[in-house]
């Protein structure tokens, strides 16, 4: 499942990117994804927003078995 979320994240990255952003995958275990979220994402007041309406959302579309996404 890994695997399958960090191809997930390669195609949400260009829009993270285009802000000054980025994201890290730091672990999959047991249908929760953890990320780092870097650059200017890593200090936006909008961060949880999109973390959880932008990235979450976009991974349990396309990988169902995701339940969560959390940030570390």
Do not use: F, S, W, Y
């Amino acid at each position: 499942m890994k695997d399958k979320v960090q191809v997930a994240l390669d195609k949400i990255r260009p829009h993270l990117q285009a802000d000054g952003g980025d994201v890290e995958l730091v672990e999959v275990k047991a249908g929760v994804v953890k990320l780092r979220l870097k650059g200017a994402c890593g200090g936006c007041p909008m961060a949880a927003m999109t973390l959880k309406n932008g990235i979450e959302r976009a991974l349990r579309e396309e990988i169902p078995e995701v339940k969560e996404v959390v940030a570390v």
